[in-house]
């Protein structure tokens, strides 16, 4: 298990039927994985202690190497959330769209993580600040 902490600054609107919201997200990981840092816009709609939400996010990971590239993935993220009182967990899939591993270079096991015969799952608790 890993774990890799992120912080979401998102814009919250009140309608009468659900809340949507937008924003982007920060992947904090070298403290926890290395040098490997996350960036996505993500966009969502609360109702109740429901939510769904979808992101597009860029993955980087720069590995000590010979080579000057990172290695790169770009994904679409799918979540459905459950909110308890100021804690949501949030279950989904992501959808690779494109990634890039420098010529010459092993895969590196973070661009797997999650990955569960060849679809890649993430689980998620956030907790909530307002």
Known sequence: MTLLPKVNLLRKHNLDLFKPYY???LGFHPL???DAFTFSGLCGIEKGFL???????HFIAIEIS????P???NL???K???QISKIRLKVGT????????????ARIGLLDIGKINGTIYGIEIQFKIE
């Open 23 to 25: 924003g982007i997200e």
């Open 32 to 34: 926890f994985a290395g």
């Open 51 to 57: 939510s769904l939400e979808t992101s597009l996010s």
């Open 66 to 69: 010979d080579h000057n590239e």
């Open 71 to 73: 290695y790169r993935q």
């Open 76 to 78: 679409l993220n799918l």
């Open 80 to 82: 459905l959330g459950f």
């Open 94 to 105: 992501s959808f690779l769209l494109n990634e890039h591993i420098p010529q010459g270079q």
